[in-house]
């Protein structure tokens, strides 16, 4: 299998606070990883710093091979990583479609177009292909401030999407979305990524998802990781529990509760 | 690529103003010159806006264009208008390229403050500047217009049909770029930069390219003008001035391009009747009309149209 991304010693301080240290993590193509880890383990941090959101105080990331530490996003994307955010980043005031055509543009060519409309056929083509795969055609010509969250999401994924990208990273992608609607998303995300044979690396802290759809997960804990491996293996890991699911604390306290 | 609706309505709106042009009285097509002039240069300032930016400094421009055209006559001895006016986009447009450079790093008031210190510096040098006539200022040589002197280059009505032309050729041109890529982007930065980044757009440049092509259109405004008037001085550069720039395209709104053309012609009405029937308070009824507006119609005149629009359909 061919790697595509790996990170030596990568370390992130703010002043005194330790936001991530010494991360080491190689994945392959095709490989869907979760990341997991309590508020505050250094989850989003590690994201932001593989897509050149936030510069690292050490360490290196290299994609496909080559060195891409200070690479800002402009050029992270062109080299084929893109990424969704926790909070749905869209242009609330122009239309879905409008969105979409922007982020098709943007991917065309490295020189915006001047005087050529943004909605050319062949781009209305496109947004509606990916629109469909999404389930969200029928916000196609609404603002986007019309959408409910779960759809936002969603568009917010398909705009990463539409640059290529040969890797995607999704922060939280069912945050602020209902219960009842989570796997759905999902579901539908993931379809996606399988037809276009993407590498997929997503913060999740719902461990029903994380069991269902990743192959292998990434324990984050006081901004290292802790625990790297299987799903069931990783799940099953005492420290993860203690740390990151709980499980174990909850165990302790049923049996402190039978005790009494 | 044939002209949509809207560029059809401004080739019309050309059209029905250069006819008209043969009927109205003297003072009616300078005023309607001066509203063409000052919506170019409010044009560029709409181009700003719509990436988020305020420039409390387009009479830089403007002044620039101005003197180009005064100076160019004064000490070059350039005559034609077309060349005047080009001299004046040429020097703004070297200038805007520096300028561009650091400005663009900076976003809302400090945007809005450092874009109005370069006016005033220009201000302060021409106010100081004997040869340019201090704060007298000095005026434009006769010019002619593709080497035709139709009527001794002070003919109102010449400088009317040069100033629809431009300001049409303007207009097409800004229509296209607010709906193509780069013109959405502009929107998009004053929405979510992050995200403008992350598509692969490069959220610097496209604000540069903004800047400098505002910078352009406020010299071909202020170019007009001083053809205009036959006159230039130093308060083309005065922060007045571009409050003014500011003022109308508040009062326009954003939403088209003709809506600059429409805000320029009301507050120049405004403005010269307000002066005529209450001289010593005409500023009082600025700014009511001002606020009148921005209570009202916060998107500007425009969105009258597009609310009429959207009732409709």
């Known amino acids: ?260 | 690529m044939g002209l949509q609706k809207s560029e059809i309505m401004l080739v019309l709106a050309a059209a029905a103003i250069t006819l008209l042009s043969f009927v109205i009285p003297d003072w009616l097509a300078f005023t309607t010159t001066l509203a063409i002039a000052s919506a170019l240069v409010v044009l560029g300032v709409v181009l700003l806006m719509r990436a988020g930016l305020v420039s409390f400094g387009q009479g830089l421009y403007y002044c620039i264009g101005g003197y180009a055209v005064g100076m160019g006559g004064r000490f070059l001895g350039i005559n034609d208008a077309l060349l005047l006016i080009a001299m004046g986009v040429v020097v703004t447009v070297a200038l805007a390229m520096l300028l561009g450079l650091l400005l663009t790093r900076y976003r809302e008031i400090f945007f809005a403050m450092l874009t109005l210190a370069f006016s005033m510096i220009l201000y302060g040098i021409l106010v100081k500047s004997q040869n340019l006539g201090s704060t007298d200022g000095f005026g434009v040589s006769d010019w002619t217009l593709l080497w035709f002197d139709p009527d001794g280059g002070k003919g109102s009505k010449t400088v009317l049909w040069l100033a629809t032309a431009v300001g049409l050729v303007v207009a097409l041109f800004l229509n296209r770029y607010f709906g193509s890529a780069i013109g959405l982007a502009c929107e998009a930065i004053r929405e979510n930069e992050v995200r403008v980044e992350y598509m692969g757009m490069s959220r610097r440049q496209i604000l540069y390219i903004n800047y400098v092509i505002a910078a352009a259109i406020g010299s071909i405004g202020g170019s007009l003008t001083s053809l205009a008037a036959g006159h230039v001085d130093p308060t083309m550069a005065y922060w007045t001035i571009s409050g003014e720039f500011v003022f109308i395209a508040l009062l326009g709104g954003t939403g088209h391009v003709a809506a600059s053309f429409i805000a320029a012609m009301i507050f120049i009405m405004v403005r010269t009747y307000a002066v005529e029937l209450f001289p010593n308070s005409w500023q009082m009824i600025l700014g009511i009309v001002l606020l009148l507006i921005i209570l009202f119609l916060p998107k500007g005149i425009w969105s009258l149209f597009t609310r009429r629009r959207r009732v409709g359909s």
Request: no cysteine.
């Open chain 1, 1 to 260: 299998m061919t790697e595509i991304l790996r990170t030596e010693g990568l370390s992130r301080y703010f002043g005194a606070v330790v936001a991530a240290e010494d991360i080491n993590v190689t994945i392959t193509e095709g490989e869907i990883v979760g990341v997991i880890g309590s508020n505050g383990a250094g989850k989003t941090t590690f994201i932001n710093m593989v897509t050149g959101y936030l510069p690292p105080s050490s360490g290196t990331i290299a994609f496909d091979g080559s060195p891409i530490k200070g690479l800002g996003p402009r050029k992270l994307m062109r080299k084929g990583l893109s990424r969704s955010f926790q909070i749905p980043q869209l242009f609330l005031e122009l239309s879905v479609l409008d969105n979409l055509s922007m982020a098709l543009s943007a991917s065309e060519s490295r020189h915006l177009e001047m005087l050529r409309p943004v909605r050319t056929p062949e781009r209305i083509a496109a947004a509606d292909e990916i629109l469909s795969q999404m389930g969200i055609t029928q916000y196609r010509d609404e603002m986007v401030t019309a959408m409910p969250q779960g759809a936002r999401k969603l568009l917010d994924i398909a705009i990463a999407m539409l640059a290529n990208p040969r890797m995607l990273l999704l922060d939280e992608p069912t945050s602020g979305v209902s219960t009842d609607e989570k796997l759905t998303l999902m579901d539908t995300v993931m379809e996606v990524v399988k037809r276009r044979k993407l590498t997929v690396l997503f913060v999740e802290h719902d461990m029903e998802i994380v069991q269902k759809y990743v192959t292998r997960v990434l324990a984050f804990a006081s901004g290292m990781v802790i625990k790297d491996g299987p799903v069931e293996e990783v799940l099953n890991d005492e420290k993860v529990q203690e740390l990151v699911t709980g499980k174990r604390r909850d165990k302790d306290t049923e049996t402190h509760q039978g005790d009494a």
